[in-house]
């Protein structure tokens, strides 16, 4: 069983609607998680980040956090062709170690 | 504020030969990590200094090393390259306010490809 896993995809969403990215982690005591976005041929930037267990809103972007399930996931809301990429979950293991989930990549369809 | 520059951007080796990749972070930031990515293993940790010293190491075998120098530049140098070792070396660089932020900001990277 890998640490983080994601759905790899590809999750096609239409333009407006909301994009729904999940992230399973298998370590109880992990504290930190995040979500960068890579653009093809780019390196991933960091877009969100959660430490408590609930929502954390940012502009279109929602994570959520559930510890007892150890589920982490990314709602984008109003989804747009530029949110067109591939979405990369990530769990601190210390300092700046992170593990990183396999991607999901998610096409918005005009 | 310029961003993580890497060089070189790409590289071709062949299979035995060494090759040696370098980073300089964005100004301020002491922390720099190595993230090595491939299709089939994404995104994988390499190491991590901070003010020099190696603070964290992924899971990688011996012939990955690393170092910092004291204006925050890094290098990593991989010998006895593998075919397995082909893949995109993303250094990334962190301002470190805390000690697990995970903030972390990514060059473009460097591509190798041993042949």
């Not at chain 1, 093809?40 to 929602?62: A, C, H, Q, V, W």
């Not at chain 2, 370098?22 to 994404?42: A, D, K, L, N």
Request: charged share 20%.
């Amino acid at each position: 069983q890998k640490e983080v896993e994601q759905n790899s995809g590809p999750l096609s969403v239409p333009e407006g609607a909301i994009a729904s990215l999940n992230c399973t982690y298998s370590d109880r005591g992990s504290q930190s998680f995040f979500w960068y976005r890579q653009y093809s041929g780019k390196s991933p930037e960091l877009i969100m980040f959660i430490y408590s267990n609930g929502d954390k809103e940012d502009g279109r972007f929602t994570a959520q956090l559930n510890k007892a399930s150890q589920y982490v996931s990314l709602l984008i809301r109003d989804s747009q062709p530029s949110d067109s990429a591939t979405y990369l979950c990530a769990v601190s293991k210390g300092a700046q170690k992170l593990v990183f989930g396999q991607g999901t990549r998610l096409t918005i369809n005009p | 504020k310029a961003g993580v520059t890497q060089t070189p951007r790409y590289l071709i080796k062949t299979r035995g030969q060494q090759v040696t990749l370098s980073c300089s972070p964005i100004s301020g930031h002491r922390s720099v990590s190595w993230y090595q990515q491939t299709p089939g293993q994404g995104l994988q940790f390499l190491f991590e200094y901070f003010s020099e010293t190696q603070r964290n190491k992924g899971n990688f075998p011996g012939r990955f090393s690393g170092r910092q120098f004291s204006n925050s530049r890094s290098e990593m140098n991989v010998s006895t390259l593998e075919l397995g070792d082909s893949a995109l070396y993303l250094c990334a660089s962190s301002p470190s306010r805390g000690s697990n932020t995970g903030e972390l900001f990514f060059g473009e990277g460097s591509r190798l490809t041993v042949l």
